[in-house]
């Protein structure tokens, strides 16, 4: 069984008992945040290697490596073949610093998208424009309902009810 299915089955298993469920989760949380800390360190710099290598050098194990790179890849530059994944598949950490912030602010990670780290990627106008950016591309604009007796949109001079709205 790939890593990844092995990983989905123990972080969401509806059987399990939620206050386990729950440690479960305030546990990975605080081993992903120091994952961050240290890829934001040094944020240019290639890591790559096994996954088995990648979970030994942040001290995790190849079940939360598999979920750390289920989390961080949409953030890529070149995604992982995390769904194959197993131990000895070769992956890369290589980010898109724009993207990743941003796809922490959207998965409402304040304990990751407000890492001191960010400030020597970003300055502080730059981290705004992207938290705004991000928080604006989730909401629906919706146009203004066109009343049963408003001109037809569609341009033929009619009223929307003998036209359109028939």
């Not at 995790?60 to 992982?80: C, H, K, R």
């Not at 197993?86 to 890369?92: F, G, K, M, N």
Request: some cysteine; glycine content about 6%.
């Amino acid at each position: 069984m790939a890593l990844l299915q092995e990983w989905h089955k123990i972080a969401y298993n509806e059987k399990a008992n939620q206050q386990e469920l729950q440690k479960f989760w305030q546990r990975y949380f605080l081993l992903e945040k120091g994952v961050y800390e240290q890829l934001l360190t040094n944020p240019d710099e290639a890591v790559e290697g096994t996954v088995k290598e990648l979970a030994d050098k942040y001290e995790l194990s190849t079940l939360e490596m598999a979920g750390f790179l289920d989390g961080i890849n949409d953030s890529l530059v070149n995604p992982n073949p995390i769904d194959t994944m197993e131990e000895d598949t070769h992956v890369s950490l290589a980010f898109d610093k724009e993207k990743l912030y941003k796809n922490m602010v959207d998965a409402k990670a304040d304990w990751l998208y407000e890492l001191p780290m960010w400030d020597e990627i970003f300055d502080a106008e730059t981290k705004k424009s992207l938290y705004l950016e991000q928080k604006k591309s989730g909401t629906v604009v919706v146009g203004k309902k066109v009343g049963r007796n408003d001109p037809c949109p569609c341009g033929s001079g009619k009223k929307y009810k003998k036209c359109c709205g028939k």
